[in-house]
Structures are given as structure tokens and as C-alpha cells.
């Protein structure tokens, strides 16, 4: 295999989850070339990666011009395509794009038949409610190529991602920030992950209150700016600085890497914030750790629930009381503006019990 295509056209989150899968192709294939096929806007993880060649962007409802100019130019260009989501138009880019194929697929069989037929390899989605972590489904796609230790999606040990490298800071930035600084991420991008911005301020006031510099991470969309305004009241700078919407994902490498904790929601930051190996506080609703736990330092696998809090290396996820957790839906509702009662029922003196005993032992 000189030429390999991976194809990951989903979320910010899901494209980290693919670097285990990356890594491993290049360690099968040291001179081949890996390229990523993703959507316009969630490729920047992949910026600076060793293992990648070149990041190829997609843009959703793009019309049919531009989805032929993007045909033409995966046309056999490759020798391998890896899919790592179910979707049919991630299926149809592999399917032009190389003569060898292995990819995930649904498991209801009306979806799955005619990608199977397509693939040399099929990999079946445990979906959201399944023990597999998402990581390791990935991983499996390469299993008629690799040991068959490394190639097994129901591992107990999850692979470990790769994060980008770190850049420079902006200097304006660079010279307010202190040591032991704590980062908070607030927006999520679906209201169903979206802890209640009271219990964020609550939060937030207590860690400035023990003297703690807190930084408000967080894109420049509409949705992320609404979260982190109701908070930037709460102190003055430097003591509390927002810094969203004003960083590339090589500059909050290395932001999170000089914190001495991170707290935030199933999101892609705090995956990033995992691989990093700072201490991780991960806010979950509905979302299952087993599928969808953020990977950092080596550590036993996740359980769906374990007393409503449980810690993989330097990951700890806390989890609502209530029995339905983890229910793998989109809230209560199970749409993604749905509230969800699980995250609501995290108290915020409970997060700040666990931040006090990190922030003491650092």
C-alpha cells in the first residue's frame, strides 16, 4: 500500500479518534502516503501530524459541481480507503477513490448490505450503546494487515490518540498566563451535552474565589460565544481570561499543556485535553464512556457507569446520578437541542470537591 486514504467526515472529536488508526497504518506502511478526506472546518487536529500527508476538505450541501471536481480528483488515486463512519457518501468517496476498501457499517442490515458488497473489510458499529470504544472500531478496520492482537476492536485497553503539536501562544497572551492555571470549556455544540451555564458559574466564581487563574476556552460561533460571555464577568484579566475563538488547535495544545486541570463536557477539547496527559475532569450525560470516554494515559477501559464517577489514567468522568445514565440518546427528548436531566443532576460542589483535590496534589 503506497497511497492510503482515510475517510473521516464527521465531527472535530471523531476525526482525533482516528489517529490511533493513522498511526497504525503508518506503522504498517512506513513509506506510504496517508492523506484525510474530512469536512471543511474539522480537519485542524490533523495540522502538523506526522502521520498525514495531505488534509482534503469537503463542504456539506456542496453541489454537484464541486462534488464531481472532488471525484475526479480522488479517482484511483489511491491503493487503500479506511472509512470510519457509516455514512453512504464517506462509502462512495472510498469507492472512488481506491480499489481496496475496509470500513465501518451499520449494523440494521438494510443499511449495511450494499456497503459491505463494496468493502474487503467490514468493521459493524456497536453504536452508542455498545461496549467498543470508538478508537478501537477504527483500529479494527486494518485488522487483515495487522497482528490480530492489534487489530481487535473489543480490546480492553482503548489505543491511545495523537495530539497536534504545539505552537506559540500570541504574546499578548503568553505573558498573562501563570502557573497552575485551570481551563474551563464551556460551549457544546448540541444543548443535550451543554451542562447548565448556572452550575458553570458557580463553578467558575469558587475556582477564582481559592485563587485560581481560570481560562474560557471555546470557538468564535454564535453558540460558543453565548456560553463563554455569561461567564467573563466574573473577574477581570488576567485572573480570568477568554481566549475563544482566538486560538488554532497548535496553539491550545500548547495552552492546555501548561494547565494544571481541565474541566469540560464531552466535547473535542476535552479529548484533546486527555491525549495531552493534564488532569481531566469530563462532564457526561448521556454519552457512553465504553464508546465515547476521552483517551489520555494508559488506564483499565471504561465501564458504561461505575458510582456515577470513574478515572482512566489521568481522565476522571463524572457522570449523573440517575439510573438511566448513560442511555446513549440525545437528551431526555432524544433530539440534540433536548435537555438532559442526567448533567443537570452533576452538582457543581462536586466538581469543585474533585478539582480541590487535584489542584492540591499539583
Known amino acids: 500500500m503506497r497511497r492510503i486514504l482515510v475517510v473521516a467526515t464527521r465531527q472535530i472529536g471523531d476525526v482525533l479518534l482516528t489517529t490511533p488508526l493513522i498511526r497504525a497504518a503508518r506503522c504498517r506502511w512506513p513509506e506510504a502516503r496517508i492523506d484525510v478526506i474530512g469536512l471543511a472546518g474539522t480537519l485542524g487536529l490533523l495540522r502538523g501530524n506526522p502521520d498525514v500527508g495531505e488534509l482534503i476538505e469537503t463542504r456539506r450541501g456542496a453541489g454537484w459541481r464541486a462534488n464531481l471536481v472532488l471525484l475526479r480528483r480522488l479517482w484511483r488515486r489511491y ?16 469507492l472512488v477513490a481506491a480499489p ?3 470500513g ?17 473489510h467490514a468493521v459493524v458499529s456497536a453504536g ?8 478501537a472500531e477504527k483500529l479494527a478496520l486494518l485488522a487483515p494487515w495487522l497482528a490480530p492482537a492489534a487489530g481487535t476492536a473489543g480490546s480492553a485497553m482503548p489505543p491511545v490518540s495523537v495530539a497536534p503539536p504545539g505552537t506559540p501562544l500570541p504574546a499578548d497572551l503568553a505573558v498573562l498566563l501563570g502557573p497552575g492555571l485551570v481551563v474551563v470549556h464551556a460551549p457544546s455544540m448540541w444543548r443535550y451535552k451543554q451542562w447548565p451555564l448556572a452550575s458553570y458559574r458557580q463553578l467558575v466564581g469558587a475556582l477564582l474565589a481559592a485563587g485560581h487563574q481560570v481560562v474560557l476556552t471555546g470557538s468564535g460561533s454564535a453558540v460558543d460565544r453565548a456560553q463563554i460571555d455569561a461567564l467573563v464577568d466574573l473577574a477581570e484579566p488576567p485572573q480570568l481570561l477568554d481566549v475563544g475563538g482566538k486560538l488554532d488547535w497548535n496553539q491550545l495544545a500548547t495552552l492546555l499543556s501548561g494547565a494544571a486541570l481541565y ?3 464531552d466535547t473535542s477539547v476535552t479529548h484533546l485535553a486527555a491525549v ?9 450525560g448521556p454519552s457512553n464512556p465504553m464508546r465515547w470516554g476521552p483517551l489520555g494515559t494508559p488506564g483499565p477501559a471504561y465501564a458504561a457507569r461505575l458510582d456515577g464517577q470513574q478515572r482512566r489514567g489521568n481522565v476522571i ?9 448513560p442511555c446513549g440518546r440525545a437528551g431526555c427528548e432524544d433530539h440534540r437541542d433536548s435537555r438532559s436531566a442526567c448533567l443537570e443532576a452533576i452538582r457543581p460542589e462536586r ?6 483535590q487535584i489542584l492540591g496534589r499539583s
Open 104 to 120: 465501518v457499517v451499520p449494523a440494521e442490515a438494510r443499511h449495511a448490505w450494499w456497503k459491505r458488497r463494496l468493502l474487503r
Open 351 to 356: 466538581v469543585l470537591g474533585e478539582a480541590a
Open 79 to 94: 491503493d487503500l480507503a479506511l472509512v470510519t463512519q457509516e455514512s453512504d457518501r464517506a462509502h462512495l468517496y472510498a
Open 128 to 135: 452508542d450503546r455498545g461496549a467498543t470504544h470508538s478508537a
Open 100 to 102: 481496496v476498501r475496509a
Open 263 to 265: 474541566i469540560g463536557p
Open 317 to 325: 468522568v463524572l457522570q449523573g446520578p440517575n439510573a438511566c445514565v
Open 276 to 284: 495531552l496527559g493534564i488532569p481531566v475532569l469530563a462532564l457526561f
